[in-house]
């Protein structure tokens, strides 16, 4: 450590990416660690989160027989999002995505043999932890604590100190810690509605917006950001899934039995389409849409109750079957008597209920029956299993946003090795960041389910390893 500061690291964060950073800043040579963390809980949306974590290349991957490689993966993620995000960090991610699974189950994380398709990949790179997220924060932290790394709770970092244009330390209130390298692990700003409102004005809308996740992520990196004169990338991006207007029961899928239709009443996707491509979609065709579907969903005759229950494409091993939380027949039946859910026995009624064109409702349904007859969707290419008629009255229709917000995308920038940028391309000595309260590695899809840990957890253990390697250098 060096002489003349309080510590070596001080992370600011403990979610993730600040628990890996701290564990990787020790096994990289720095000793005194200190994690400051706004909330009276460890973990922030990491501990909340399903527990999925995207990566190539890992054992689990190659026991499985599944031949993969990291470039293979960054290869992907540039294609999907059209090479507009930051090549620098996404690379290190996508490569050095398998060795952090490897890493977090010799620390102890446990993982279910078998991995889970996470978006459109060809090969499943998806790995589910048993436990869950907060799985993977209890193993952290327990390492962290048998490392001697002080977790400080209830500590909002609420500015970095500066010194010369270096950053030498972070300060609450009138308390200043001084370290040898700082790493922000704040996390996103789904907490904050000014901010969703003014950095991921595709999300916000007005009664509809709401976060999953964790009241942390008050977006404080981006103050950060202006006191340091760091550079701010990624606007208006992040993962959002659909907000029906009645309620907010988070619900990542839709069924496959559901329609989806655009403002206008024009189908345009594969209902079961991954969340991540399903946003992107539903953005580019008027942002907002109506969820449709009939009686026999709610109410299915006993011979198809399985095919109505079954009706997800994905099968997690660390989660129990999908089900619909908001489109079944309590909830339905419920928002129905409160007027939130359209409901007629026709579908020109309808139509008329939720404004569009009956000729083009009652047009998109019929094609769509047709295609459940001919067992094969002509237009979206849905799997013949998840179609089903929309024949039964009465029919029903729900308006949704997609306004539930999962994840921000817009942060610190940072390269290849975590360090923050300024507004010159310049690193700003001192200063590390990774995962939510970065930017420039989400691009305009998610990639699909893991995404958001692999970054967090990847660039936290690529941040707190440059951390510790800079230690020399500021000495
Ligand atoms: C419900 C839910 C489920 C999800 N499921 C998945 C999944 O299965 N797979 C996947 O890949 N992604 C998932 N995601 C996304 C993923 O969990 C997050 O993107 C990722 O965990 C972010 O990690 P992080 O460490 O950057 O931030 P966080 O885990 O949010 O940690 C940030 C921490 O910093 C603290 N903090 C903030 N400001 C300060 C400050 N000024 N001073 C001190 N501390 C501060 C916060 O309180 C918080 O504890 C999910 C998200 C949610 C909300």
Redesign the pocket.
């Known amino acids: 450590m060096a002489d003349d500061t309080d510590v070596d690291v001080v992370v600011?964060?403990?979610?993730?990416?600040?628990l890996c950073a701290a564990l990787m800043a020790y096994e990289n040579g720095a000793r005194a660690i200190l994690v400051?963390?706004?909330?009276d809980v460890v973990?922030?949306?990491?501990?909340?989160?399903?527990?999925?974590?995207?990566g190539s290349g890992s054992r689990l991957q190659k026991a499985a027989g599944i031949e993969d490689h990291p470039d293979d993966l960054l290869h992907d993620y540039m294609q999907l999002n059209q090479w507009d995000v930051h090549h620098g960090p996404v690379s290190t991610f996508t490569r050095r995505s398998g060795e952090t699974v490897d890493w977090l189950a010799d620390h102890g994380v446990r993982f279910f043999d078998r991995l889970i398709f996470g978006g459109d990949e060809r090969k499943p790179r998806s790995h589910c932890v048993d436990g869950?997220?907060q799985a993977v924060i209890d193993v952290l932290h327990s390492r962290c604590r048998e490392l001697g790394i002080d977790i400080a709770l209830r500590?909002?970092?609420?500015r970095l100190i500066v010194e010369d244009g270096r950053v030498i330390g972070a300060q609450v209130g009138e308390d200043r810690i001084t370290a040898g390298a700082v790493v922000v692990?704040?996390?996103?700003f789904?907490a904050n509605p000014e901010l969703l409102a003014s950095h991921f004005p595709a999300a916000w809308h007005e009664g509809f917006t709401w976060y999953?996740?964790?009241d942390?992520?008050?977006g404080?990196a981006l103050g950060f950001a202006e006191q340091v004169g760091a550079q701010v990338v990624g606007r208006d991006r992040g993962l959002r899934t659909l907000t029906p207007a009645f309620g907010r029961l988070?619900e990542a899928f839709l069924p496959g039995w559901t329609v989806l239709l655009d403002p206008s009443g024009r189908r345009f996707a594969d209902e079961t389409a991954p969340y991540g491509i399903l946003d992107g979609l539903v953005g580019a065709h008027g942002n907002a849409g109506f969820v449709v579907f009939d009686d026999a969903a709610l109410r299915p005759p006993p011979e198809l109750a399985e095919r109505y229950r079954d009706s997800y494409k994905q099968v997690w091993p660390n989660h129990p079957p999908f089900r619909s939380r908001n489109y079944n027949a309590d909830i339905v039946d419920e928002m129905v008597g409160k007027q939130r859910i359209a409901t007629s026995d026709t579908l020109e009624g309808l139509a008329d209920l939720i404004g569009v064109d009956p000729a083009v409702l009652v047009g998109e349904i019929e094609r769509y029956n047709g295609h459940v007859e001919a067992g094969e969707d002509r237009d979206f290419g849905k799997s013949g299993k998840f179609l089903m008629p929309i024949g039964t009255p009465p029919f029903y229709a729900a308006a949704v946003r997609p306004a539930t917000v999962?994840?921000t995308g817009c942060g610190l920038r940072i390269d290849g090795r975590g360090r923050v940028l300024d507004a010159h391309g310049g690193e700003i000595p001192g200063l590390f960041a990774?995962?939510?309260?970065t930017g420039g590695v989400l691009g305009t899809r998610y990639m699909g389910?893991?995404?958001?840990?692999?970054?967090?957890l990847t660039m936290?253990r690529v941040a707190g390893e440059s951390a510790a390697l800079s230690l020399g250098s500021s000495c």
């Open positions: 600011i964060g403990s979610g993730g990416a600040g400051a963390e706004a909330e973990g922030g949306s990491s501990r909340l989160s399903g527990g999925v974590v995207m869950a997220g500590r909002r970092v609420d692990a704040s996390g996103g789904g999953i996740g964790s942390g992520a008050q404080d988070n999962n994840l990774a995962g939510e309260c389910s893991g995404n958001g840990m692999a970054n967090a936290g």
